[in-house]
């Protein structure tokens, strides 16, 4: 499997931005799609997965509200949509498949997208 995010950039707080996960090769359905964020200096923090088929999503306390993950079975992508951007949300935002299920922590996640950042200006 193998993982690919866009669609970073510079916003202002307030702003809304949309990341993609583009993923090619078979997925599971005993899989989930996660989002990490990781800030300079800082460990990579969850932000929020789903399961691959069946729609149940996870998300961190920080984000819950603002952001929202689904996926686009036509193009086999996951998306994450970030509205009401904070300074705090300022990271390289990964995306991950978990072969294993549901899990928060990033290690046992083991297929990852190359990053892509995110910068929110006060």
């Known amino acids: 499997v193998q993982l690919q995010a866009s669609g970073g950039g510079l916003v202002q707080a307030g702003d809304s931005v949309r990341l993609s996960c583009a993923t090619s090769?078979?997925?599971?359905?005993?899989?989930?799609i996660g989002w990490f964020r990781q800030a300079p200096g800082k460990e990579r923090e969850f932000v929020a997965s789903?399961?691959?088929?069946?729609?149940?999503?996870y998300y961190a306390d920080s984000v819950k509200g603002r952001f929202t993950i689904s996926k686009d079975s036509a193009e086999n992508t996951v998306l994450l949509q970030m509205n009401s951007l904070k300074p705090e949300d300022t990271a390289v935002y990964y995306c991950?498949?978990?072969?294993?299920?549901?899990?928060?922590?990033?290690?046992?996640?083991?297929?990852w997208g190359q990053g892509t950042q995110v910068t929110v200006s006060s």
């Open positions: 090769g078979r997925i599971f359905s005993s899989s989930t």
């Open positions: 991950a498949r978990n072969r294993g299920g549901y899990s928060r922590n990033w290690r046992d996640f083991d297929s």
């Open positions: 789903r399961w691959w088929n069946d729609g149940r999503t």
